[in-house]
């Protein structure tokens, strides 16, 4: 059975500042993983994803991700934030093997203060 | 990319009515869907996976009677709340994964509120 532990539930940080939401998963399996963001009331938009290959992902809004597979981690990093980035994240894991079943994190709450 | 609507984007009803939810893939066909549930603060808990022509799959603890769900065509499923009561006021939102797709990426649609007074 696979898992996803978002180790933070809530991450407050300056405008400008870097950012790091971190993610473990757990997996018998090879996995694909995801990072997701929702903004309140709407569905979820993919920011990257990890498939195979380089372990340094790049996503949309200038975030980008790292696959460590020793750790078994796939931590989200941005450079510097904005107001805008204000939202909840969800690290996600899903089995390459088959079936498209998607297991989600508990979400981190990103709060950017001016 | 990838577009998936869902309407109505937001209901009221009183209880013991029953509520229809629609999910559609604009732009793309899509042999699998999926419907969860969130409440608020919290994340997704997937209630089934549906199959176009097929049964849906439900999740351990997820009433089949009360949670109907129809994949009519490849890109439209349905999530019917039957008798609905205050305890199943949440926000239900539906993905979709493309059909032949090589990875397994949902599309997710806005989400419905659903509010049963």
């Known amino acids: 059975a696979q898992s996803v532990t978002q180790l933070d539930s809530q991450v407050p940080v300056f405008e400008e500042a870097p950012v790091e939401l971190r993610c473990n998963y757990s997996s018998s399996v090879s996995v694909y993983l995801f990072w997701y963001v929702q903004y309140p009331n709407q569905g979820l938009q993919l920011l990257l994803k990890y498939l195979s290959g380089s372990t340094l992902v790049k996503g949309i809004n200038g975030f980008e991700a790292e696959f460590n597979k020793s750790q078994t981690s796939f931590h989200l990093r941005k450079p510097s934030v904005h107001i805008s980035d204000t939202a909840e994240y969800f690290c996600a894991v899903s089995d390459k093997g088959g079936g498209f079943k998607t297991i989600f994190g508990a979400g981190t709450r990103l709060f950017v203060k001016a | 990319g990838a577009v998936v609507s869902q309407h109505p984007s937001w209901v009221i009803c009183k209880s013991g009515t029953s509520v229809k939810i629609e999910c559609r893939s604009l732009?793309?066909?899509?042999?699998?869907m999926f419907w969860y549930r969130q409440f608020p603060k919290q994340s997704l808990m997937l209630m089934a996976t549906s199959n176009e022509g097929s049964k849906a799959t439900y999740e351990q603890g997820v009433e089949k009677d009360k949670f109907l769900i129809n994949h009519a065509s490849l890109t439209l499923s349905t999530l019917t709340v039957t008798s609905a009561h205050p305890e199943d006021s949440s926000f239900y939102i539906c993905s979709a994964v493309v059909a032949g797709g090589v990875t397994n990426e949902q599309f997710f649609g806005p989400g419905t509120r659903l509010t049963v007074l």
């Open positions: 732009d793309f066909q899509a042999t699998t």
